[in-house]
């Protein structure tokens, strides 16, 4: 197998009839194809939806009319910006947003995590989520470093089921908000760097994404923590991101599914994954159509178009906008009016609080 990786990389010199030469690597080789098959290149959704998964940083200062003429042209009524973080930077952002634009952005909180081990540190995190949540916060999201760099007081790495984190989960049950949390990574980011794995050219070029079973520790530990948890505190909603990272293996996401019925998905960063597998994944968003949310995960507006066409459309062979991410094509699911609705809006209007429900049809 190493013969042909190395071939692949090796100068390929085309004769040409003027007996011209060009050279070109693997990655650049990328012919449009000559498939000839209807195309509906979608560039504004079908229906208004809500961006459960969106992250603007910036948002206590930010200039938001220019992000709502971008949203207009998405048909995205609204964005639920992950990153409000806590306390006084929350509070800057929520009054941003009740300032200018009250109906058209959510925003979640987050954990400080620094501290833990420290006496009375989870109930002390429960009330500042609290605090949050009455300053205008309505939901949390929790980052992949959960899992992967907090550590403890004493340079322990916390786990993601860490006892000591339970208050905070428990208060989100309490106050009836969604917990979205995003754990680990593709796990074919720690399988070996060979021929034999499919994200080889994304870890190649992106060489940081890399993980192994040290680093911090293996996949399925992590992925198992993350359940454990979910399992723990039943009486609390878990948006679980990426599709908990099990887009690749829609039979065993719905059994996840089955056994935790706190627990919905969204399909941020992995829409590749869903339109290479048109028939599977159709069936999947029939049976668990009132479970699944929108998500695109990164702000990058033309890039929802991919998301559309896979979702609304019946086209054939199309591409992914990231060829790093996924080199393979991309197929529609032509999923029906009722379940899109659900998907686009009608899902998050159930799971996440305080969302004008008159801008959105019945």
């Not at 690597?25 to 998964?53: G, Q, R, W």
């Not at 009524?77 to 952005?105: D, H, Q, W």
């Amino acid at each position: 197998m190493r013969k042909y990786l190395f071939l692949l990389f090796l100068p390929i010199s085309l004769n040409v009839a003027a007996q011209s030469t060009a050279t070109m690597d693997f990655e650049s080789y990328n012919p449009p194809s000559t498939l000839v098959v209807p195309e509906h290149k979608l560039t504004k959704a079908k229906f208004p939806f809500i961006d459960v998964h969106n992250h603007q940083f910036g948002m206590p200062d930010m200039d938001l009319g220019t992000l709502i003429r971008e949203m207009d042209k998405l048909n995205m009524t609204v964005m639920v910006n992950l990153s409000g973080e806590s306390g006084a930077t929350l509070k800057k952002s929520i009054a941003n947003v009740k300032t200018n634009y009250p109906k058209r952005f959510i925003v979640f909180a987050n954990v400080d995590f620094k501290r833990v081990g420290e006496d009375g540190w989870g109930e002390k995190a429960a009330k500042q989520l609290e605090d949050d949540v009455k300053a205008g916060a309505n939901g949390l999201k929790i980052y992949k470093s959960l899992g992967f760099s907090v550590n403890d007081i004493n340079g322990k790495r916390v786990k993601i089921d860490d006892p000591r984190l339970d208050p905070i989960w428990k208060k989100a049950g309490e106050l009836k908000i969604p917990v979205i949390i995003h754990t680990a990574d593709p796990k074919p980011f720690w399988s070996p760097m060979d021929a034999n794995n499919e994200r080889w050219l994304e870890l190649a070029t992106r060489p940081g994404r890399k993980r192994s079973d040290t680093n911090p520790a293996p996949w399925d530990t992590l992925i198992a923590e993350q359940h454990h948890m979910f399992k723990k505190h039943p009486g609390t909603t878990f948006i679980a991101a990426h599709f908990g990272w099990y887009p690749n293996d829609l039979g065993k996401l719905g059994m996840l599914l089955d056994e935790m019925p706190n627990v919905v998905v969204e399909f941020g960063a992995v829409i590749a994954e869903l339109g290479r597998q048109p028939r599977m994944a159709k069936q999947f968003f029939t049976k668990y159509q009132d479970r699944i949310l929108f998500g695109k995960d990164s702000w990058v507006p033309e890039e929802y178009a991919t998301y559309f066409r896979v979702l609304e459309t019946e086209d054939e062979y199309f591409p992914y906008h990231k060829k790093y991410h996924a080199f393979w094509s991309m197929y529609g699911l032509g999923l029906p009016d009722v379940i899109l609705k659900k998907v686009y809006y009608k899902n998050a209007l159930r799971i996440i609080p305080n969302i004008d429900k008159t801008l959105f049809p019945e």
